[in-house]
């Protein structure tokens, strides 16, 4: 396996930085999360792949001023839509809740209905 060694003036200047290993994370943000927002064309991240000719793998660089570009409008459109977007994933999963209700009705026992307690794997009553 060939190592390639990123030159010390493309390190840590602002401009460009490496993907976090698998378990590391920059900025706050998990390698798999940074993918994800690389690879949505509407976060505008740019990113580019260094490859030796003829290599399969590379290196990922992402160009973190456009990653903070990106979380800074993040921030200002939760703040402009402040309660809303706080909610969003409450409000998605009532959603989903009231789809699931309307579709199938819960069986007798189950954990929505009153008086009624679910036991976990391996418990008996």
Known sequence: M????????????????RLPKPGQRRDGLSRTTLLEIIQDP??????????KPGA?????????PSLHEYL????DLQQRD???TKDSRVLKERRRENQT?????QAPGSA????TQ????GASR
């Open 2 to 17: 060939v190592k390639v060694e990123i030159p010390p003036h493309l390190r840590e200047q602002g401009g460009w930085g």
């Open 42 to 51: 509407r976060s505008g991240v740019k990113s580019v792949v260094i490859r």
């Open 56 to 64: 399969i793998r590379g290196i990922r660089l992402i160009y973190l």
């Open 72 to 75: 800074g409008r993040l921030a």
């Open 82 to 84: 402040g309660a809303k």
């Open 101 to 105: 209700h309307l579709t199938s009705p």
């Open 112 to 115: 929505g209905e009153p008086g």
């Open 118 to 121: 679910r036991l976990g794997r």
